[in-house]
């Protein structure tokens, strides 16, 4: 009668029978192995795992020797019909070649004189007359452009917008910024230049050296995009015409004048009402060359064999790569992002891996799949899912993807630091939702935080991570994660900050949603469609 209650209970909550004892293998990720993981993938050594470095093949060097103490089976064939752990892949670099600028006998930096928004091609150095176009606005009322020709020449201007004598804003007439100021005000003045058949733009964003490299710090992530990576060799999107950040000190050089001088004129802009015409003018000359080169990087899988179904495969995930050195030499190691999923893939990898050798190991197959390249465009994940799975797409049944766990975010600070936000759960199949609802309620006991899986949300959150590239092909997926904050991407992202009580809860609950699906009778049924 017992036997008959405890298989009655289990049916209806949607668990096998089988299930039962898995809490036993639960138990085996824990915090403090996580930590021990985490400290040796998010360490100064690592030199922050950028994509196709040292640092990212050290790390995959790394989980493949994790999976093999476990005894997960290499699984990728190799070119001389051995299995191994590592999936190589090439990548191909767009990058910066020579890039410079020459003004008053003086040569100018990438990255230490000048940042650039936009990706420019001038593979010869071209000179350029220089001129000073005060704040480069173009308004009826103030029009820094009025009776001047600019055409074919390289115009210097201030960043920002004029106030006025009661510290309003000029142009707008309230503290409120118009199109020309704020954050994005350079990209009004540099289309308005455009316009007006200037060759170059430069903007002064920042005063001193030092003001400059809070703005390269501000910017580095954005700066690395033109150090792209692509999976395909091709051409790019670029332009001749450039839109620089520059320093008062750079400025000056342009301008054939002294720092004074131009302190001077800037100083009586912003006492006038109206645009001053200034005289200030020199040269300046530029080169900006772009370059194609190949980078080697990998994706790291181990594979767990099902019992009487393992011709199907649940993928369970992570990236381990992050985006390596900033330009000022700060190593942003990345322990959140995504070092926190990955060591939860090793855990959960070990738990089923003991499970396995205990005689109770999973009806369906699991690949483990940790991935980089996902700070470059979820290019790991998209050269399996796209290029070269490694087991034929059509017999995955699910990706269950971890990124940035065990960090409480600002939405949830003095509230519930025992929450994770579940992402994509009912996007493909009813029955991942419900295993997922059913498994927590049992189990984790989670809040289960749906903020981010409205699909109305901004943050589009369900296509910036590397299920998206198996749920395009319509694999049902679950993206966990617990939110965004201040250290994403700085420096800061270091292992002091993790909560690796939460980072635990986190994985047992990814390790009890996967348990299910891979002992249930029926495979994921995929009847929804909300993408």
């Given at each position: 009668m017992m036997y008959k209650q405890l298989l009655l209970g289990a049916s209806l909550l949607g668990l096998p029978f089988l299930s039962f004892g898995q809490e036993k293998f639960a138990t085996t990720i824990t915090a403090a192995d996580l930590e021990k993981h985490l400290r040796i993938l998010a360490a100064d050594d690592m030199e922050g795992r950028e994509t196709g470095q040292p640092g990212q093949r050290k790390a995959a060097e790394y989980i493949a020797s994790?999976?093999?103490?476990?005894?997960?089976?290499?699984?990728?064939?190799?070119?001389?019909?051995?299995?191994?752990?590592?999936?190589?892949?090439?990548?191909?670099?767009?990058?910066?070649?020579?890039?410079?600028?020459?003004?008053?006998?003086?040569?100018?930096?990438?990255?230490?004189?000048?940042l650039v928004n936009g990706l420019l091609y001038l593979p010869t150095e071209t000179k350029y007359e220089s001129v000073f176009v005060g704040y480069g606005i173009g308004e009826t009322n103030y029009d820094d452009y009025a009776g001047r020709d600019v055409t074919g020449k390289a115009v210097v201007m201030l960043d920002g917008e004029p106030k006025s004598a009661d510290d309003k804003l000029l142009i707008s007439g309230t503290n409120q910024a118009s199109k020309w100021g704020g954050p994005n005000g350079w990209r009004a003045k540099s289309l308005l230049a455009k316009e007006k058949g200037a060759a170059q733009v430069f903007i002064?964003?920042?005063?001193?050296?030092?003001?400059?490299?809070?703005?390269?710090?501000q910017r580095s992530a954005l700066q690395a995009r033109f150090n792209r990576l692509t999976l395909?060799?091709?051409?790019?999107?670029?332009?001749?015409?450039?839109?620089?950040?520059?320093?008062?000190?750079?400025?000056?050089?342009?301008?054939?004048?002294?720092?004074?001088?131009?302190?001077?004129?800037?100083?009586?802009?912003?006492?006038?009402a109206k645009p001053i015409t200034s005289s200030l003018a020199g040269s300046v000359s530029v080169k900006a060359d772009r370059v194609e080169e190949k980078a080697q990087s990998s994706n790291v899988l181990g594979f767990i064999e099902g019992t009487d179904k393992k011709d199907e495969i649940l993928v369970i995930s992570a990236h381990y790569d992050h985006i390596g050195i900033s330009a000022d030499?700060?190593?942003?190691?990345?322990?959140?992002?995504?070092g926190s999923g990955t060591v939860s893939v090793l855990e959960i990898a070990q738990a089923f891996a003991k499970a396995k050798a205990a005689g109770k190991g999973p009806r369906r197959s699991i690949l483990f799949l940790t991935v980089s390249g996902e700070e470059k465009g979820l290019l790991g994940s998209e050269y399996y899912a796209d290029m070269s799975p490694?087991?034929?797409?059509?017999?995955?049944?699910?990706?269950?993807?971890?990124?940035?766990?065990?960090?409480?975010?600002?939405?949830?600070?003095?509230?519930?630091?025992?929450?994770?936000?579940?992402?994509?759960?009912?996007?493909?199949?009813?029955?991942l939702h419900k295993i997922s609802e059913a498994a927590n309620q049992k189990y984790a006991k989670m809040e289960l935080d749906y903020k981010y899986n409205d699909p109305k949300d901004p943050e589009r959150i369900y296509y910036r991570s590397d299920h998206y590239n198996f749920a395009k092909h319509e694999i049902p997926i679950i993206f966990y994660f617990n939110g965004l904050h201040a250290d994403y991407h700085r420096p800061t992202d270091d292992i002091e900050k993790i909560d690796f009580n939460l980072a635990e809860r986190s994985a047992r609950l990814v390790f009890y949603t996967a348990w299910e699906i891979a002992n249930r009778d029926q495979r994921l049924v995929v009847d929804s469609h909300k993408q």
């Open positions: 994790q999976f093999a103490a476990e005894g997960l089976k290499p699984i990728v064939k190799t070119d001389d019909g051995k299995l191994a752990y590592q999936q190589q892949f090439t990548l191909f670099k767009k990058g910066w070649g020579e890039f410079y600028i020459n003004a008053g006998g003086k040569k100018f930096e990438y990255l230490k004189d000048f002064i964003s920042a005063e001193s050296p030092e003001a400059f490299k809070q703005l390269l710090a395909k060799p091709g051409a790019e999107n670029v332009g001749s015409v450039g839109v620089f950040m520059i320093t008062s000190e750079t400025a000056s050089a342009l301008l054939g004048t002294s720092a004074a001088t131009l302190s001077q004129v800037t100083a009586q802009l912003a006492q006038s030499g700060q190593v942003n190691n990345g322990a959140n992002d995504d490694v087991i034929p797409l059509e017999k995955t049944v699910a990706d269950l993807n971890i990124d940035m766990v065990g960090r409480v975010d600002d939405l949830h600070q003095g509230k519930s630091e025992n929450y994770i936000y579940v992402i994509g759960s009912d996007k493909l199949s009813s029955d």
